[in-house]
């Protein structure tokens, strides 16, 4: 009877250290999401972008829970606006780097370096996951 319980109890740790990991951020997914986050804002695919935008706007049941919808007006409008602005640090900077990734939970933030000439501009994005696709919520 002991061996059964001691049995389902590492069983049971296992499961919940298993599913509690793939809910856990990554600087490997956040790169990815916000890598193709530059081409898709170099590239002006605003469409296919605003799926890698986490909704940030007045409706607060949505905030950090789901993409933009692109086919709203008022969602559209933010989704070009922030890959207007990713897109002019990209095209005022002759390269980038990363500097720095933390994370806790599903949340996670990835500092990235703007050079151009002798100088650089530090931004931090930040990320969520939200049903195994990761979001940028917002970057300053």
């Known amino acids: 009877m002991k061996t059964k319980i001691s049995i389902f109890i590492i069983i049971s740790l296992f499961l919940t250290v298993s599913i509690y990991s793939q809910n856990q951020i990554t600087e490997a997914e956040v790169k990815s999401s916000l890598t193709n986050l530059f081409d898709l804002s170099k590239s002006k695919s605003y469409e296919e972008a605003s799926s890698f935008l986490a909704y940030d706007g007045k409706d607060k049941t949505k905030k950090d829970k789901v993409p933009f919808n692109f086919a709203a007006k ?8 922030k890959c207007k602005k990713i897109k002019a640090y990209l095209d005022l900077s002759d390269s980038y ?3 720095g990734f933390s994370s806790q939970g ?32 917002s970057f300053k």
């Open 106 to 137: 599903n949340d996670g933030t990835i500092k990235v370096n703007f050079k151009s000439g002798d100088q650089e501009l530090k931004i931090s994005f930040d990320f969520v996951k939200v049903g195994g696709k990761v979001l940028l919520s």
């Open 74 to 81: 008022n969602e559209k409008k933010s989704v070009k606006r």
């Open 97 to 99: 780097e990363y500097d």
